[in-house]
């Protein structure tokens, strides 16, 4: 690739930043990083109705969580600052006056109730609803005139008649579009703001996109984008259009079927390493099999031309996986430092070492930090008294192994073998001597021990809770069952 590549992700602040805009970001940075270019983020702040406060910081503070680092931003700063639409107008609107003087755009003076009689009319009659030209035909000096008093008017782009404009994607190949299926598309609106359509355009150009990628959504508009680069006599940037996000049932990916919103995937205990390894995979396939990618390996493997046209479908299961295994993969002192935040109240009563212990052993297998934090909980709950009586045999179990505790000496409560050793020789003994067999004499122990049915091993259990903990409940379960009996 002989010129710089620049690449830029341009979210409009309108609220949370959605996974399918991390993807582009990510595709963005991705292709910027390989090819030795630069990568920016541009905030695209021209419908003023729909701006929510704070987003952008938001935004660039999520990019910071996932260590996705841009070359020029509002944070940043960089040589085409501002990196803000708003602050950016004059620029528009000597675009403007650049198409007006070629004829390439018109003020309109339509009224909103006439816009929105064209297209109901439109509607009832089943057409496409479209701007039907009536200020287009506006002599030069009438335009003027109305402008001169102060009539509130757009600035439409004159879409020429009868051409085919042609879209060149670098995933899609080449689409025709037929340009009387194309809007006399508002350019400038009457608050003095540009439409997305020219801020776009006119920023790409200025700040030396070379590839535009972005979502699949966009692709209806960019032929007006060819267009306008016509007019202006400028280069037209590589375009790349991402294929949808799906549900599993492939309809389009949306709120109501699960979590749309990054921030929701942080709050859960997604890892940042493991959210950036499956969203790169939305839509893109290495050249292996291999499904395990850091951020870097990344950088190395892609290539647009593995971005599918298809839509890829969002896996909740997958991405919970590879959290998983991108856990497993930590140190103790990181999964430490990671359940630390997470951990309840509930556990104040425990030592530190206790918890730190409950973490080591149960680590295996969780899906996020929290999910972590939640079975250290559950591993140090008061057990729940079983309301179902107890055999003779069961009694004799379970005051056998009150017996084997005790006798232990303090050292050995931390060795999950030897602790799992008074469980089997237990279990050998008393429980073949009283009859019981293996699944029996093992649910009743869990359930004298936590009162719950499923659970940790006893050995970690016991381990986790230490010696004075764990007899206080073998006598209160053998008390009740006794009281239970004097009733
Ligand atoms: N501001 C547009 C958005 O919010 C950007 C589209 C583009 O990348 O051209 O998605």
Redesign the pocket.
């Known amino acids: 690739m002989s010129k710089v590549v620049r690449t830029?992700?341009?979210?409009?602040p309108?609220g949370y930043l959605h996974v399918g805009?991390l993807r582009?970001a990510l595709y963005n940075y991705l292709f910027a990083r390989k090819h030795g270019g630069q990568l920016l983020l541009r905030v695209?702040d021209t419908d003023r109705m729909r701006l929510v406060e704070g987003a952008v910081e938001n935004f660039l503070d999520i990019f910071d969580w996932l260590g996705i680092e841009f070359d020029e931003s509002p944070r940043v700063g960089g040589p085409h600052a501002p990196y803000v639409q708003s602050e950016r107008l004059a620029l528009y609107h000597d675009a403007i006056a650049t198409l007006k003087e070629e004829g390439h755009a018109y003020p309109c003076f339509c009224t909103p109730e006439r816009l929105e009689k064209l297209r109901s009319d439109q509607q009832s009659q089943g057409v496409p609803p479209m701007y039907d030209g009536h200020c287009r035909t506006l002599s030069a000096d009438a335009a003027q005139a109305r402008i001169a008093a102060g009539e509130p008017h757009v600035w439409r782009m004159a879409i020429p008649k009868q051409q085919t404009v042609e879209v060149n994607d670098l995933i899609r190949g080449s689409v025709t579009f037929d340009s009387s299926t194309i809007d006399d598309q508002v350019l400038l609106k009457s608050d003095g703001f540009p439409t997305?359509h020219l801020a776009?355009v006119v920023d790409?150009h200025d700040m030396r996109i070379s590839h535009?990628?972005?979502?699949e959504?966009?692709l209806p508009?960019t032929p007006k984008h060819v267009l306008l680069y016509s007019f202006f006599g400028w280069e037209v940037p590589q375009f790349a259009h991402l294929p949808l996000l799906l549900n599993p049932d492939r309809t389009k990916m949306s709120k109501r079927s699960g979590d749309v919103a990054v921030e929701a995937y942080r709050e859960k205990g997604i890892l940042p390493e493991a959210l950036i390894n499956f969203v790169a995979l939305l839509g893109w396939h290495p050249q292996d099999e291999r499904e395990m990618f850091s951020l870097n390996e990344l950088v190395g493997e892609f290539e647009l031309e593995r971005v599918n046209k298809a839509g890829a479908v969002f896996d909740q299961q997958k991405l919970n996986w590879m959290n998983t295994e991108y856990l497993s993969r930590k140190s103790d002192d990181e999964t430490w430092d990671g359940v630390a935040p997470h951990l309840s109240d509930e556990l104040q009563g425990v030592s530190i070492a206790r918890v730190r212990y409950a973490v080591s052993c149960l680590r295996q297998g969780a899906v996020s930090y929290l999910d972590l934090a939640e079975k250290v909980s559950e591993a140090f709950r008061p057990s729940v008294l079983v309301e179902t009586a107890w055999e003779e045999a069961q009694l004799n179990l379970i005051a056998g192994l009150a017996d084997r505790l005790s006798a232990l000496p303090a050292e050995s409560w931390n060795e999950f073998e030897v602790l799992m050793n008074e469980f089997k020789s237990l279990a050998n003994s008393v429980g073949a001597s009283q009859g019981l067999k293996g699944k029996g004499i093992w649910m009743t122990l869990r359930l004298a021990l936590t009162g719950r049915e499923h659970g940790p091993e006893l050995g970690r259990l016991v381990g986790m809770w230490g010696r004075e903990d764990t007899l206080n409940r073998l006598h209160a379960a053998v008390a009740n069952m006794t009281s239970r009996d004097a009733q």
């Open positions: 830029r992700y341009a979210p409009s309108t805009g582009t695209e997305y776009n790409d535009v990628i972005r979502g959504e966009w508009s």
